[in-house]
C-alpha cells in the first residue's frame, strides 16, 4: 500500500507495511505516513490522537491500527492459517 505524503508536492510516496509482516512502526515513521514532523508525531502519541505502545522505554505505533485511523481496511481474511504438523 502506498500513499502520497501530504506536505511533499513533489509526490514522494510512503509504503504502509502489512501489518503482518510489521505489526508495529516507529513514531517517525507513522509521522511520515501520516504526512507530519517528528516532533507533531510524538505530540500526537502523547496527546493520544495517534494510538501507541510504550514497550520499555519505546513507544510504538500498531501498523493495524494506524491503517485503520487513516481509512486503510486490513482485510483480516487474508491472514495464513497455520495448520499444526501431524
Known amino acids: ?6 506536505l511533499n508536492e513533489s509526490a514522494m510516496l510512503v509504503r504502509v ?7 508495529t512502526l516507529s513514531v517517525p ?9 517528528r516532533s507533531a ?9 495517534v494510538p501507541s505502545l510504550r514497550i520499555g522505554r519505546r513507544v510504538r505505533v500498531p501498523t493495524a491500527a494506524l491503517c485503520r485511523m487513516v ?13 499444526p504438523a501431524t
Open 17 to 23: 507495511p502489512d501489518p503482518r509482516e510489521q505489526p
Open 29 to 37: 515513521d507513522a509521522g511520515a505516513i501520516l504526512g507530519i514532523g
Open 1 to 6: 500500500m502506498r500513499i502520497r505524503n501530504a
Open 71 to 83: 481509512g486503510i481496511a486490513v482485510d483480516p481474511s487474508d491472514a495464513t492459517e497455520s495448520t
Open 41 to 49: 508525531a510524538y505530540e500526537a502519541v502523547r496527546l493520544g490522537t
